[in-house]
């Protein structure tokens, strides 16, 4: 079954690739139903953030409702996705929302219960050899660390680095700044 979904992300950038468009909001959501599905979460479970070099941050592609949110400093003592980004080095926190953490994308509704918070997540970047391009980020949210479901694995998380090089390509089309 995870053959099928890596196969259909990279069929999806190919198709992309290939009309010269940015991603639009069909395209977004496409992309994270896919990768929910590979990794049995929600679609607004996925986040994809690309690195603006400009302005030194991460900026969210997915989920579509926080890009004019606001972006994350690469200099973030507390943001995952800014460590993971400036380590290049994937992780997974079992146990999120115990750990000190930038929660204020976690407050924009998404059509989900409030009380549900990110509990445990995967966050890896997305590498074009040595340069960081982006990070992509799987959760599971749920109203406590018991509700959350099934704990990431490391083989998991070797699945979501593997992906690097067809987000790669995919962030290349999105024009964000």
């Known amino acids: 079954m995870p053959?099928?979904?890596?196969?259909?992300l990279?069929?999806?950038v190919t198709a992309l690739?290939?009309?010269?468009?940015?991603?639009?909001?069909?395209s977004l959501t496409t992309m994270s139903?896919?990768?929910?599905k590979l990794f049995g979460v929600e679609m607004d479970e996925v986040a994809i953030l690309k690195v603006v070099p400009k302005y030194k941050s991460l900026k969210f592609v997915v989920p579509e409702k926080f890009t004019p949110v606001g972006t994350i400093p690469l200099t973030s003592t507390t943001a995952l996705a800014a460590r993971t980004a400036r380590e290049r080095k994937p992780e997974v926190v079992n146990n999120f929302s115990t750990a000190r953490h930038a929660n204020v994308f976690e407050a924009v509704p998404l059509g989900r219960d409030p009380s549900e918070l990110i509990q445990k997540i995967m966050s890896a970047p997305i590498l074009d050899g040595t340069r960081v391009h982006g990070v992509v980020q799987i959760s599971r949210k749920a109203k406590s660390l018991s509700e959350a479901g099934a704990d990431f694995t490391q083989r998991e998380l070797r699945t979501l680095v593997s992906l690097s090089p067809v987000l790669d390509r995919f962030l290349k089309l999105c024009?964000?700044?």
Do not use: A, H, V, Y
């Open 3 to 8: 053959e099928l979904q890596t196969t259909e």
């Open 10 to 12: 990279g069929s999806l």
């Open 17 to 26: 690739e290939r009309s010269g468009l940015s991603p639009d909001s069909d």
């Open 33 to 36: 139903r896919i990768l929910g």
């Open 175 to 177: 024009q964000i700044d």
